[in-house]
Nanobody
């Protein structure tokens, strides 16, 4: 099982980024996929969960600004981040909870700054 995030970078406040999490070794359509983030000096926090059904759930801090989605053909999940704020600066990770273990990607840095 492997998860590879990409799409991070430096963006100005109010801007947008789309993060990708490419999966291998399992099928993303079968499982819930979750995005987390960790800001410097802070604990890792939950951002969004893309369920295996139709629902996507968001932390209050990103609700209305972030959109999670999945492309089953590419076995990839995405996090579209709009109206970014400096407090969104963090390393973003995707995670998959398997039957016996939680699998994490290496993370992608998002920096929101003018």
């Amino acid at each position: 099982v492997q998860l590879v995030e990409s799409g991070g970078g430096l963006v100005q406040p109010g801007g947008s980024l789309r993060l990708s999490c490419a999966a291998s070794g399992f099928t993303v359509s079968t499982y819930a996929m979750t995005w987390y983030r960790q800001a410097p000096g802070k604990e890792r926090e939950w951002v969004a969960t893309i369920s295996s059904g139709a629902g996507t759930y968001y932390a209050n801090s990103v609700k209305g600004r972030f959109i999670g989605s999945r492309d089953n053909a590419k076995n990839t999940v995405y996090l579209q981040m709009n109206s970014l704020k400096p407090e969104d600066t963090a390393v973003y990770y995707c995670m998959f909870q398997g039957a016996d273990n939680a699998y994490w990607g290496q993370g992608t840095q998002v920096t929101v700054s003018s």
